[in-house]
Each structure stands twice: as C-alpha cells, then as structure tokens.
C-alpha cells in the first residue's frame, strides 16, 4: 500500500505549469490533458511528463553540488538487505529492521538520494511521548503492553517514497456480471513506499501526509537522521504503483457497480513519478511492529493476533439458509398452535421452494470450497495531525486530516464517439418496475380475472389458479434472482453527460432491434408444428384458470 496525502497548498514542485504564463495548470480528465486556469492554455501529457525530467535534472546537479559539505556513511544489512545513510559520527551495529549485522562503509551514490523531502516536525523523544499517551489509551491491548516495553528501540528514519501525479486509464467489472467498464482518472499526491524492508501494511496506517511542508532536498535535512534508501527495481515499483490506485479507485468502483466483488486493473504510463523522502519512526520487532508519522504524529500499529476470515462454498450457504428459514417457519406453525399435519405438509412445501430460491441465489458465489483468510488490524491514533504554534510548542489539531481521491470518470464508445456517461444500476425506477412485473407475474390469472368480472373482488376464487400458483411461487423468485438481476448489472442505464451537467438517457439501438427479433421469433413459434401444439395448450389453460378465478369453480 502507498501513504496518501493531502493537497498541497504551495505545490510548486508537483505541478504542471504553463508553458504561456508560468501558472499551474490542472488535469481535465475529459480533454485528457492539462488547462491553464488563467490563460486557458493547454499542456499535453508528454509536455507535463518532460517538464518534470527537466526539473529532476536540475535537482540532481544541485544535490551532487550541496553533497561536499557532508560526511556521510552507509550501512548494508547482511540479513535483510536494508540500506541505511547515516552520520560520519553514528554508531550503528545491528539492522533496525530485522536485527542483524551492518556493515559499514563510505557513502558516494548522490544519485540514490531523491529530489524532493518532507521534513520531520516532531523529534524522537515528542514521538517517544505521543506513543506512551498511545499505550495509556490502548491498555485493553496487548500490543500497548509490548509497544512500551520496546519504546527505546523506535528510531527515525527519512523512508524513499514516490510521488504519484497524473492520468490513470482503469477498467473495472462485477464479478457476477460480463460487462466491463472503462474509466479515466487522475491521481493527485500520491506516495508510494520504495522499500520492501518494512511492513506496506504498517505504513498506510500513518497516512497521510501533508504536502503543504514538501520541499527542494538538500543533505543539511538529513544531517542527524539515518536514511533508509529504496531497493525496488522499477519493475517491483509498477507493480506496487498500479496496486496503491487500484486500492485507492476500488471503494469508488464498489459503490459505483453497488458490490464488492469487482475487479479493478489500472494503466499507469502516463504518471508523472518524482522520488520522495518521508519521516518516519518504525519499530519493528518480531510481531510488534509500529510506525510514526514523523510531520503529523500519528501512530499505526500491527495487531499481533491473527483474525482468521472463514469463507464457505456458495452450496452450504444456500443449505444453511433453506435450514435456517425452515427451522423459523416450524417453529412459527408451532408457537401458533397449528396441527401437527400442517406443521409437516407446511414446512416441508416451503422448504422445497426456499430451498430452490437459496440455491439459484448463492449460485454466482466465485467461492466454490472452504477457504480461510488470515488478516491483521491495524491500531491507530485518533485525532488530527500534531502542529507547532508560535512559541514552537507541539499541539493536536482537532480537524482530522482526510485523504482525497480523484473520482474516476466512465466513457463509452456511442455510435463511433467517446462520449462521458453515467452507469446506473439498481434506480428506484428500475427496482420498481422489477417489483411490479414480478407481481404482475405472479397473479397474472387473478388480474386478468378483475377485468373480466367488473372488478368485483369478491367474485374472485383463487383456487382457479391453484395450477398457476404452484408454478409461478417458486419460479418467480428463480426469475428475480437469475435473469433479472442479470439484465440488472449486464444492462445498467446509461446517460451521456454534457459538458454543462445536463444527463440525457441512451437507448441501444442494437437491444431494441433483438427484443424485435425476440418477439418475431415467438410469434413465429406460435405456427411453426409441432411446438405450436404445446404453446396453444398452455395458453388455452391459461384463459381458463383466468376464468375460473373470475366466476368460481361452483
């Protein structure tokens, strides 16, 4: 997982400027390039990404120049492979992420160093405090017990990270439906851990960070603190980029297809991606593992116990489900003091029909055996980010710091264009209209019988439809469930925005002409021998029951 951030309010080293007036220009995600709010002028992707190797070009011939007047070292672990950046006058021995030998040497790669830095605002000994008031709050857990008798090993470290800015192409599908959608998005700020040392999981759980405070790197911010360099090769940090907004953009895509089985795959070449130091204070050792925010303050830490998420196949649900409902049905018979024939007769009918209705909705289930999933929590501070007022005293902020995502646009391809839409799945127009045809279904003999009868509903005799109900009762259901739902989320509503907020509703041409076809074809069944014998049959039992219902056996 990547460490999030909040916008910028100076942003001057993530943006994209003009190339006009200088002025930073903001992605739009329809025109898929960069406008200038002041000028209106408009800066392509390619021109946004070599602008920023330009920077990055200039940043590394500043930081080699500004390297001379430091002395620094670095040390590689023997067991883990961590690299770490330190001071001539540091003593280091053993590896801070899994405890093994270092070994010592001079430090002459500038190149590993990044171009852009988030100072510390809080020291080691306020972080060591704010993690004691931590244990104070958390004594119900265990983990407070270890994280306080550990609190002399937590160290600060700068962490590499990548800054992620610009376009994402994305598409996304229910895992219960064929369709696929194709979206387009623009990640703003976001930072991603170079580092396979140290826990992702820990790590997210300090977000975010403040961009406001980023800036220019130079060696005098890390004189005093150890540095821990990124050992991701490029195809590694792809990789973990294309998860963190995929992991960002999947809540909005969830409740977008309304569930939370979707599949959600990203295209990230057109990011801009710019190195980054972070501060941070880790603890990591054994199963107690702790990381601070070193600008913000706030605390993540690892639950220790294992929680075990049992996932079973989509059968014994449906089985536990038919058990479950039976069970109530009886015992309802029985609290009501029903005859112990009807009990039997009763339960075991319904039993047959929620059996059916439970199999057919458990059906799409992509589990298909018992599968257990073991999971962490992670334990966080509550509150906002920790600031300094003007006597340089640390206090808490009470506004909690939210973290912003871009949300992702979907096009479609109509009659050769690409246009912006907005999928609709389950309206209230269309819940409705599901509701009324599964009703209309289901009674069709004892409607059709009001119309025939005057509407007199006390003519009605619904035992005429005796043979309709014993059908439809457990078919109805089956159709909601299987079919229905399908047309559901196969076929969602789709209204082409404009450019001024209005929607309008778009028909498919090619679905109107196969409900056409669809409709010719049964027509033509109804003469095509011998199948036309069955169809009249079952029409002429249908009258009659609608007739039976409107007048009565008697």
């Known amino acids: 997982m990547g460490t999030k951030s909040t916008k910028s309010t ?79 006058d540091e003593a280091m021995a053993n590896c801070a992420f899994c405890g093994r030998t270092l070994v010592r040497k001079n430090y002459t790669r500038d190149t590993q160093l990044p171009e852009l830095i988030i100072p510390f605002r809080i020291t080691l000994q306020e972080a060591k405090e704010e993690l004691l008031k931590w244990c104070d709050e958390n004594k119900r857990h265990k983990e407070s017990r270890h994280v306080r008798e550990r609190i002399d090993q937590l160290q600060g470290f700068y962490l590499p990270y990548e800054l992620i800015r610009g376009p994402v192409e994305s598409t996304a599908s229910r895992m219960d439906a064929a369709s696929i959608f194709h979206a387009r998005g623009y990640v703003d700020n976001v930072f991603v851990s170079c580092s396979s040392q140290l826990s992702n999981y820990v790590l997210d759980g300090m977000e975010p960070y403040e961009l406001d405070e980023l800036e220019e790197f130079d060696f005098s911010y890390v004189a005093g603190q150890r540095v821990k360099i990124g050992d991701l090769d490029s195809e590694g940090l792809e990789w973990r980029v294309r998860g963190e907004i995929a992991d960002d953009y999947t809540p909005i895509v969830q409740k977008t297809l309304e569930t939370k089985a979707v599949t959600v795959v990203t295209t990230v070449d057109e990011v801009m991606q710019m190195p980054v130091l972070l501060p941070a204070y880790y603890i990591q050792d054994g199963d107690t593992k702790v990381a601070i925010n070193g600008q913000t303050g706030k605390i993540s830490v690892a639950e220790e116990r294992i929680r075990h998420l049992i996932f079973f196949p989509w059968w014994f649900k449906a089985i536990l489900a038919t058990i479950i409902a039976t069970a109530v049905l009886y015992g309802a018979f029985w609290f009501f003091g029903a005859e112990k024939d009807l009990r039997i007769v009763g339960t075991a009918c319904f039993a047959g029909i929620i059996g059916i209705v439970s199999l057919a909705a458990y059906s799409d289930s992509e589990r298909n055996s018992f599968v257990v999933d073991d999971g962490y929590r992670l334990l966080k501070s509550k509150g906002g980010p920790l ?146 014998l069955l169809i009249w049959f079952g029409i002429l039992c249908f009258i009659a029951q609608v007739y039976l219902t409107a007048f009565g056996l008697d």
């Open 10 to 88: 100076k942003g001057t080293f993530a943006d994209v400027h003009c190339k006009g007036c200088g002025m930073p220009a903001k992605y739009n995600i329809v025109k898929h390039s960069y406008l200038c709010e002041y000028c209106g002028r408009e800066v392509t992707v390619n021109e946004a990404l070599k602008e920023k190797e330009g920077f990055r070009k200039l940043r590394q011939a500043e930081i080699k120049k500004s390297r001379k007047e430091y002395k620094l070292y670095s040390a590689a672990c023997t067991g883990c492979g961590a690299e770490i950046v330190f001071d001539e």
């Open 387 to 532: 600031r300094r007022d003007e006597n340089r005293k640390l206090y808490k902020d009470p506004v909690e710091i939210k973290e912003e995502v871009t949300p992702p646009v979907c096009f479609m391809n109509i009659e050769g264009e690409e246009k912006k839409v907005k999928i609709v799945f389950t309206s209230f127009a269309r819940v409705t209209r599901m509701i009324l045809m599964s009703v209309g279904a289901l009674f069709a003999p004892a409607i059709l019988a009001l119309f025939i009868n005057g509407f007199n509903i006390f003519k009605l005799d619904l035992r005429g439809s005796a043979a309709w109900f014993c059908l439809a009762v457990p078919l109805v259901p089956v159709f909601i469930i299987k079919y229905a739902r399908v047309d559901l989320y196969n076929n969602p509503w789709i209204y082409i925005l404009d450019d001024k907020g209005g929607k309008k509703k778009y028909v498919d041409k090619q679905l109107k002409s196969d409900i056409k076809e669809l409709a010719k074809d049964a027509f033509k069944a109804m003469f095509t021998w011998p199948i036309c």
